[in-house]
């Protein structure tokens, strides 16, 4: 344990309680009322005399407005105001964006409605208020708007061409930010031409990380309630702490006049990491009309104006030597940022420049990205965030570097990653990996894979010629989790830090609130803490109870994302708890008339060392000093405490992760034959929790191989715009996931966690292309563009290349997967 | 306006709605009935399952008027009668078996499962994810909502639901944690 930072605390350390609680497979607290249909969702809250808001939003991905009127909307029945930008150009401010990733970074600013010119299709023109949704939505239609056509910029590789048009007038060019990461001399990368100099073999490639939609299941959906000057704000959000602040800085609300909630919130996959501009509308039309306002948005809303995730277009290469020993690594990316800096758009790229070294000993290694503005909507944080993408180009080159050195691709990873005995170990990225197994997890999952019988099957495949050809892919990761430390996230210009806070109040009948400022939305906080809590205290599981997503009742806290949640939020937890003990050691000790160092605490209960039956439990310490009657001086009549936690290092979960692939070469369609995957996210607080994390993240990982990509036609619609076009995976295209762990503790916090919410779908989308590729590399294939549709797959068999680009992408995806095609067995009466 | 007459979990109800209205949007937006979410405007998704006449539809593609002199049960008819009354075998296989995690597709991916296992009471692990391809998760996988189905039907045929995977240490609260949710 870490030292408590108590001005009070005594010499001797607290003896942490017998642990039980942690590593069982707790069922969860939550599902009570998530399995009965009792939750709390934004959009089941009805206000008295609530209003609802819908959005005008233009179908020009780049346009001037040359005409508004809205007076015949107003007309409409049931309709109470309708406002369009420049009704609200005063006030509306511009969203936020916190982390300019270089001091020159151009921000052009982000209306949350237009005022006279478009920028992506999907941005809202004009706001319908209406005492229902649906008239609301119907006068929409009233609304007569005209746009003089802009050109439109959709390619970043165009984008950043002398000559091309801008998305922004007041830009001199497309490209927002140029980013430069040099572990050598000064940045000069003196050393990483060297490295490429002096290697034997340098193999490049330019990979592309296709846009992608965190299609998050609940759509999103805000209730502002105002009364006089106070605001209460629902949202469906991941983040109530950061919107409360970054709220108030933009409409002028003061802080403590704001209130955010979080109720229970349906996903987010860093979808909801973000300061929505309908968030920002409903409070100006919630202060303007006095009134409860609420806006939810159709998917179609959210699939074409939610912030989409990865788009980047890498150029990676790797320097070797002959006996397969790396000597440097170049990176240089474009990543589209879409048409306006979001709450961390341009640091996402940034992030994953730490990444792109993997679990490999380069020596030298220079990045450099451009972020570059387009007609399409903003991208920012999805699931991973910088890192898959990151993941990706490194694993998918190992590959290539082995077949470049007629090597094994996991003879080539063994020879160059970081050994067991080497950790901690301070990468060429700057990163201090402090604590893990590479060969012993990928043993494990070697095992659970049957690896060599897949093999020999692979073999007899191919010398039969069969149709069906067999591919194995590997991906070997690791992960930056726990985001803080603060300092590193200062010193990448980041403009929060990424500590998180805690409270624990013991009540009078023994009974224990949590507050935590993480918040949840499906990750089992409430059973995970409580199991943490129970340890600590050595009370009952069911007797704790844990608050969250609420800015009055969690009063600070810097939310959930990028598996920060456990190593971050949970050690706050911890160490609230150790105050608690700490205070309840000193009233125990006056209770018993002993000394407080001769108090022994374990399973609960303070006793006096030495002296048989004279003892305390903690919950009876609670009631004492509710009742108060006999207290020392100098202690509150609480045993309550607060604390916050900021690690001094990231975390670095890692794992093995394998796939073996069929693939038809007569008609392109690739299945997954076989996936295991044994990960290592340090100390395990609950198994059932771990596994679940990583089932989903798998199924994020391989969509993003095989099935998910938000296409844009040339006009710059949205053509992936319904459940029908973007190919959320159903069960039925998904496998049965064989998963395993390792457990090397991190060092960075007492829990010994590492974060595994974002793992599955790091690792997995490289393990899949890895294994298409190695099924049809003897045809002749050496890419394959994601997703892997049937045709593109077919098309790189058949007629060499990559499988072409994204503009046959729809039609072809439509065959892949029951999930796109209106369904009649559940489906029902039409 | 046309009027209309249904059974909604086990309450009748006589209201006039719109002709356009969605027979989600009645439970929803009329009687209340918040349990059903809507997740998709394609039918696509599925969170907007619930019975009618005791067959599984999307919500969202029923008009309120196809729905009159039926009978709908949406996941808050499925339990016992009462407060915290005995949840259906498959509410608590989802429980059980981890098969939910933020819990917004669960209420349609538990009406479609009992569904599935009305019509094929014994499935295998291929049979329940064809037979559940129409509910869309984004957060399990899948996996574990396949676990679940099996294990419910594993205990609605009255076996036991031996589940070779079932993970060990386990330690239930869900009785427990559903009365104090309702009480």
Redesign the interface.
């Known amino acids: 344990m870490t030292a408590v930072e108590d001005p009070a605390a005594p010499e001797t350390p607290v003896e942490p309680a017998a642990a039980k609680e942690v590593?069982?497979?707790?069922?969860?607290?939550?599902?009570?009322?998530?399995?009965?249909?009792?939750?709390q969702?934004t959009?089941?809250i009805?206000l008295p005399g609530m209003l609802h808001m819908a959005m005008l939003r233009s179908p020009v991905a780049h346009g001037r407005i040359t005409h508004l009127d809205v007076s015949a909307a107003k007309e409409r029945p049931g309709v109470v105001a309708v406002y369009t930008g420049a009704d609200l150009a005063e006030e509306q401010g511009s969203l936020p964006c916190a982390w300019p990733v270089t001091p020159d970074m151009v921000n052009p600013g982000h209306p949350s409605i237009a005022v006279e010119q478009v920028n992506h299709v999907g941005e809202a023109v004009a706001i319908v208020v209406a005492r229902s949704?649906?008239a609301a939505a119907d006068a929409l239609e009233a609304i007569d708007v005209d746009y003089e056509p802009l050109p439109v910029v959709l390619d970043m590789e165009q984008a950043v061409q002398d000559g091309s048009p801008l998305v922004h007038d007041s830009t001199s060019s497309n490209t927002s930010y140029h980013f430069v990461f040099d572990a050598g001399d000064a940045g000069t990368g003196a050393d990483t031409e060297q490295a490429f100099t002096d290697a034997e073999v340098v193999v490049s490639r330019r990979f592309v990380q296709q846009r992608l939609i965190p299609?998050?299941?609940?759509?999103r959906s805000v209730v502002v309630q105002p009364s006089r000057d106070n605001y209460t704000m629902w949202s469906a959000t991941q983040i109530p702490h950061i919107l409360r602040v970054m709220a108030a800085m933009v409409t002028g609300i003061p802080e403590h006049k704001l209130r955010v909630i979080a109720p229970?919130?349906?996903?987010?996959?860093g979808g909801k990491l973000q300061v929505n501009p309908e968030e920002i509308l409903a409070l100006l039309v919630a202060r303007r009309l006095g009134k409860p306002i609420k806006w939810t948005e159709?998917?179609?809303e959210s699939l074409m104006t939610a912030h989409h995730g990865r788009d980047q277009v890498q150029f990676i290469d790797v320097a070797a030597d002959r006996d397969g020993t790396v000597r440097g690594l170049r990176v240089r990316l474009l990543a589209d940022m879409g048409a306006y800096l979001r709450l961390i758009t341009p640091g996402v790229p940034a992030l994953g420049a730490f990444m792109f070294p993997g679990i490999y000993k380069f020596p030298a290694y220079r990045f450099e990205c451009d972020g570059v503005f387009t007609n399409k909507v903003p991208t920012d944080a999805y699931r991973g965030a910088g890192r898959p993408e990151a993941t990706f180009a490194v694993e998918r080159i190992m590959d290539e570097l082995a077949v470049e050195l007629g090597m094994d691709p996991l003879e080539l990873r063994r020879k160059n990653w970081i050994n067991a005995d080497e950790f901690p170990f301070t990468t060429v990225a700057g990163l201090q990996y402090d604590s893990g197994d590479y060969a012993q997890a990928t043993d494990q999952a070697l095992e659970l894979l049957g690896y060599d019988e897949l093999r020999a099957e692979q073999q007899r495949r191919r010398e039969t010629n069969d149709p069906v050809q067999l591919g194995i892919g590997f991906s070997t990761f690791t992960e930056m989790c726990g985001l803080a430390p603060s300092r590193v996230l200062g010193s990448l210009a980041f403009g929060a830090g990424g500590w998180e806070q805690a409270s624990i109040r013991m009540l009078p009948t023994g009974k224990v609130e949590v507050v935590t400022g993480s918040t949840p939305?499906?990750?089992?906080h409430e059973t995970a803490w409580s199991q943490i809590v129970a340890d600590q205290l050595g009370v009952p599981?069911?007797d704790v109870e844990v608050l969250h997503g609420d800015t009055a009742i969690s009063s600070r806290g810097l939310d959930t994302y990028g598996s920060r949640s456990l190593v971050v939020g949970g050690t706050a937890v911890v160490k609230a708890a150790e105050k608690v003990v700490l205070k309840a050691r000193k009233i125990a000790a006056h209770l018993l008339e002993a000394s407080e160092d001769d108090l022994e605490f374990a399973g609960g209960k303070f006793a006096v060392r030495g002296t048989p039956g004279a003892s305390i439990g903690i919950q009876e310490v609670a009631l004492a000093i509710f009742a108060a009657h006999d207290y020392p001086e100098g202690i509150e009549p609480s045993i309550d405490a607060e604390a916050t936690f900021d690690p001094e290092n990231f975390s670095f979960p890692h794992g093995t992760h394998i796939c073996a692939m069929e693939i038809d070469t007569e008609t392109g369609f690739a299945k997954i034959r076989k996936y295991a995957c044994v990960d290592d996210v340090g100390t395990i607080v609950n198994?059932?929790?771990v596994?679940?994390?990583v089932?989903?993240?798998?199924?994020?990982g391989i969509a993003q191989a095989m099935y998910e990509e938000a296409i844009y036609d040339a006009e710059g619609n949205l053509t992936t715009g319904?459940?029908?076009d973007y190919l959320?995976p159903?069960?039925?295209?998904?496998p049965?996931?064989d998963t395993g762990n390792t457990v090397h503790e991190a060092t960075s916090n007492p829990l010994g966690a590492k974060g595994v919410g974002e793992a599955?779908c790091i690792a997995s989308t490289p393990a899949v292309v890895n294994a298409a590729i190695d099924a049809v590399r003897h045809l002749g294939v050496t890419e394959l563009r994601m997703p892997l549709t049937p045709e593109r797959v077919w098309r790189a068999i058949h007629h060499g290349g990559d499988g072409g680009d994204r503009a046959a992408a729809v039609s072809n995806a439509q065959g892949v997967t029951?999930?796109?095609a209106?369904?009649a067995?559940?489906?029902?009466?039409? | 306006m046309t009027q209309i007459n249904v059974r909604v979990d086990g309450a009748s109800y006589s209201d006039d709605v719109?002709p356009?209205t969605l027979l989600v949007h009645y439970l929803?937006?009329q009687l209340?009935?918040?349990?059903?979410?809507?997740?998709?405007?394609?039918?696509?998704?599925?969170?907007c399952?619930v019975h009618?006449d005791g067959?599984?539809?999307?919500s969202c593609?029923?008009f309120a008027v196809?729905a009159d002199g039926s009978q709908v049960t949406?996941?808050?008819g499925i339990?016992g009668d009462g407060v915290g009354g005995a949840?259906h075998p498959v509410?608590r296989a989802?429980?059980?078996m981890?098969g939910?995690?933020?819990?917004?597709?669960?209420?349609g991916m538990?009406m479609?499962s009992i569904?599935l296992l009305k019509e094929n009471p014994d499935p295998t692990?291929?049979e329940?994810?064809?037979?559940?391809?129409?509910?869309?998760?984004?957060?399990?996988?899948?996996?574990?909502?396949?676990k679940a189905v099996r294990h419910a039907a594993a205990e609605m045929r009255g076996q036991a639901p031996g589940d070779p995977e079932a993970?060990?240490?386990?330690?239930?609260?869900?009785a427990?944690?559903?009365v104090?949710?309702?009480s």
Request: net charge negative; glycine share 14%.
């Open positions: 590593g069982q497979a707790r069922r969860r607290k939550e599902d009570a009322r998530l399995i009965t249909g009792e939750t969702w959009d089941n009805v949704r649906t299609a998050f299941m609940e759509p229970d919130v349906g996903g987010g996959f159709t998917r179609g939305h499906g990750q089992g599981f069911e198994p059932l929790i596994e679940g994390q089932h989903g993240g798998l199924a994020q319904s459940f029908v959320v159903a069960a039925s295209d998904l049965h996931f599955g029951s999930s796109g209106a369904d067995s559940t489906g029902g009466a039409q | 719109e356009r929803r937006e209340g009935k918040v349990g059903t979410v809507v997740g998709c405007d394609t039918s696509n998704c599925g969170a399952t009618l067959q599984a539809v999307k593609s029923v196809q949406t996941i808050e339990a949840l509410q989802f429980h059980e981890h939910l995690q933020c819990g917004f597709c669960t209420p538990i479609a569904d692990e291929t329940v994810r064809e037979g559940i391809e129409g509910n869309l998760c984004r957060c399990t996988g899948y996996q574990n909502i396949v993970s060990p240490a386990v330690v239930d609260t869900a427990a944690e559903h104090v949710a309702q």
